[in-house]
């Protein structure tokens, strides 16, 4: 009964005890690493995906905005304009008669693949599409596909 109100002091600590640290293990490191490891190889292929869908996204506003500039450019100077695809190099030319060229080289800015069903098509003075029936442009890098529909009159859709 005594022992309730009577409260008896703790053992004293060994003076070993006190400055001693508890050092990570190289099993624990092995472990961690291990665990890293494993994490990052359930995020990679969700992350590579989606840097495959935005490189394929972009490379296909580039292509829309060439054909609409080379509309653009075929009212304006009342003449015929070019767009030219190089499948092996994976780029498209816009070619502008006393204008020069523009070339936005798709593979190595973006790394994607570009497949035409023709070589190229043409604006007329009137801004009309010509060799554009059934134009199909696919541009692909790993998994993501894009395909652009360009029609009769030279619209591009997707």
Excluded: C, K
């Excluded at 008896?8 to 060994?14: E, L, M, R």
């Excluded at 767009?83 to 798709?106: E, K, M």
Aim: avoid cysteine; glycine fraction near 8%; charged fraction near 20%.
């Amino acid at each position: 009964r005594w022992a309730r109100w009577y409260r008896i002091p703790p053992a004293p600590i060994p003076s070993w005890r006190m400055f001693h640290r508890r050092a990570t293990t190289l099993v624990e490191l092995l472990l961690l690493l291990a665990l890293i490891g494993t994490m990052a190889a359930l995020a990679l292929p969700p992350i590579t995906t989606a840097l495959d869908r935005a490189a394929v996204r972009a490379a296909s506003q580039d292509v829309e905005t060439l054909f609409a500039a080379a509309r653009e450019q075929a009212l304006a100077r009342q003449t015929i304009v070019w767009v030219v695809f190089d499948g092996a190099a994976a780029s498209v030319r816009l070619r502008i008669p006393g204008g020069g060229t523009r070339t936005r080289a798709l593979g190595s800015i973006y790394g994607v693949a570009l497949h035409a069903t023709r070589d190229s098509m043409s604006y007329d003075h009137r801004g009309l599409g010509r060799g554009a029936a059934n134009l199909t442009v696919v541009l692909v890098r790993g998994r993501a596909r894009a395909t652009l529909v360009v029609s009769r009159l030279g619209r591009v859709r997707r």
